[in-house]
């Protein structure tokens, strides 16, 4: 999992056109340089990951813990767009994905970065593939933030966001109803717990920097 470096004495020149990093399973196409299961960047052997993103009948507030190599909102839902309703972002400004009118929608790409609300007309799962971020900073706006959860690991939303709760006024998910966590009253709050493939709203008193990496 993640990036193995690489020299060229090390690539392989396998069967059906394919080169292996070797010392793992992974491939690329070596006539076209596109990724196949895995892609080479930058001198690394890139190993691709997938994720399975459970979504249930109406509203689902998510987000996705990949760096996608197509990331135009079409493509990442097209193996369930037949049963979105709609597509909900926000990025200093609320932003809408219309199945039914895609030319007029203005959430045209999806990030590792952002929560997104999905309404869906029944349950499905949305399988996504992609590079794990190594990059897990996420720069908060005062005011509102739809952001991702990028550890790999439930935990508790204290721990998660001490480094910044000083500045924090709430935070908002969603699992089969809204819940809150209000760092002036964490006794009454029922949002205790953050997941991995889940979106939040948090609200900030002033801007601040989120950095997973040390939290995680």
Known sequence: IGTKNFSVSEIKECT???TKCEGTDYYICSEYNQWVNQGIIGGECVVIESAIISLNQSWNLISIPLILQNDSVEFVFSSIMNKVIVINGFDNGAKTYDPQLPEFSDLHNI???HGYWVKMTQPANLTITGTIPQNKIITLNQNWNLISYLCNQSK???QIFAPIMNKVIVING???GALTYDPQLPEFSDLQIIKPNHGYWIKMNQSAVMDY???C
């Open 16 to 18: 059906y056109g394919q």
């Open 111 to 113: 990030d590792y970065k």
């Open 156 to 158: 508790n939303i204290s």
């Open 174 to 176: 969603f699992e089969n």
């Open 213 to 215: 990496n040390s939290v």
